[in-house]
């Protein structure tokens, strides 16, 4: 009976752990692109989709879906290589990339999964919000 009326009283969704989790799942894949523009000598772009909440490699069948409970934001570049970045972040043969973030959180708390532009590398920052 106890187990009844605490139950409710669960949160439920996603969890701090699953959220980093997601963060870290989505800078793998990212750096797999990377590292696949590099060997293939070819540019790689990663499709980034706020309204679908997914990352899709340009490289590989990999794809990253965050779950509705959490905020899903993308700060991609305009442009890339002088022409439209079309919600990309885009890899070159050299390392190079036209940067961009995603950032997911939830209940204030979250991660930026950040690509530099000028060497690539891609790395997760936690965040706190206000």
Do not use: H, K
């Not at 989505?26 to 772009?45: E, G, M, P, Q, Y």
Request: charged residues 20%; aromatic residues 6%.
């Amino acid at each position: 009976m106890l187990a009844a009326v605490l139950l409710p009283q669960i949160p439920r969704g996603t969890s701090g752990p699953r959220l980093e989790a997601y963060a870290v799942e989505t800078a793998s894949l990212l750096t797999a692109d990377r590292n696949a523009a590099i060997r293939r000598r070819i540019a790689v772009a990663t499709e980034v989709n706020a309204m679908s909440r997914s990352i899709r490699s340009g490289a590989s069948w990999r794809e990253v879906r965050v779950p509705d409970d959490v905020v899903f934001q993308a700060l991609l570049p305009q442009r890339c290589n002088q022409r439209p970045a079309l919600s990309t972040i885009s890899f070159f043969p050299s390392g190079m990339s036209c940067g961009g973030a995603v950032v997911l959180s939830r209940y204030g708390v979250g991660y930026e999964v950040r690509v530099n532009w000028l060497t690539g590398g891609v790395e997760v920052v936690a965040r706190r919000s206000p």
